[in-house]
């Protein structure tokens, strides 16, 4: 893919960050007008760093970047400047979890350099969501799915491009799209017509709402597609948080 110069300043969340030097770190950024790209952050670990209190993840800063050049086998840009842009805290608890996981979802789903300008806001728009629960996720899960070409149209059936029968149940297969149900594990046609409606609209709020209906089967659902488009890579956030929720149970 051909790389243009940065934009002066840029709006991003950094996704992950590791040590580079002694004082300085390599961050994964999610921008609004590049996607995802590769920053080194120089001096970030100094004590009297500004930056210390500015780089932290599921927060939303306003950066400027050089141009990319070449670096440990990749393009890297250089920060030259960060600071808060406003909005929510960091989430706690539950929620923080969560906001990682996306965080997870991102950093391997998404290519270095690609723009998605509605993913970047329906991911803002999501982490202030978090509290609301499982609902939240599922609304990203499909957001994201769709914004990479990797959701098929739920309004109809692929094997027969028939309308969807609301009072039937389908499945979702990662290779052939919305099949008639051979399993338990399986979506009300009703369902599919109402996220179908709100991915078309653009609503996070609306397709939030959409996914409250059937959190466990849309769960069971959504993560055999995102496994499948993984190369079934394990997650792991997601096993850190049945690990958790496991010590918090006993």
Same mark, same amino acid.
């Given at each position: ?85 406003? !909005?929510?805290?960091?989430? @706690?608890?539950? *929620?923080?979890?969560? /906001?990682?996981? #996306?965080?997870? %979802?991102?950093?391997? +789903? &998404? ?65 052939? !799209?919305?099949?008639?149900? @051979?399993?338990? *594990?399986?979506?009300? /046609?009703?369902? #599919?017509?109402? %996220?179908?409606?709100? +991915? &078309? ?50």
């Amino acid at each position: 893919m051909r790389l243009t110069r940065p934009p002066a300043t840029q709006q991003a969340y950094v996704l992950h960050s590791h040590d580079w030097s002694e004082s300085s770190l390599i961050l994964d950024l999610f921008t609004r007008e590049s996607g995802r790209v590769a920053v080194a952050a120089k001096g970030a670990k100094r004590p009297y760093s500004q930056l210390r209190a500015v780089l932290l993840p599921l927060q939303r800063i306003s950066v400027s970047l050089s141009k990319p050049a070449k670096a440990e086998g990749g393009e890297v840009q250089t920060l030259r400047s960060a600071e808060w842009g406003g !909005g929510a805290t960091m989430p @706690a608890g539950a *929620a923080l979890f969560s /906001g990682y996981y #996306l965080n997870e %979802l991102l950093l391997k +789903l &998404l290519a270095r350099h690609d723009p998605h300008a509605r993913l970047f806001d329906a991911y803002a728009d999501t982490l202030a969501a978090l509290p609301e629960g499982d609902a939240a996720l599922r609304a990203f899960e499909l957001k994201l799915l769709l914004e990479l070409g990797l959701l098929p149209d739920l309004s109809v059936v692929a094997t027969t491009q028939t309308a969807i029968a609301p009072e039937r149940r389908y499945q979702l297969s990662p290779e052939s !799209g919305v099949i008639a149900a @051979a399993s338990d *594990a399986s979506l009300p /046609g009703s369902l #599919l017509i109402q %996220l179908q409606a709100a +991915l &078309l609209h653009g609503s996070m709020a609306a397709l939030r709402q959409a996914c409250a209906a059937e959190p466990q089967g849309l769960k069971t659902t959504l993560r055999g597609l995102l496994h499948y488009h993984l190369g079934h890579q394990p997650l792991r956030t997601r096993a850190l948080m049945v690990d958790v929720q496991n010590l918090l149970d006993k």
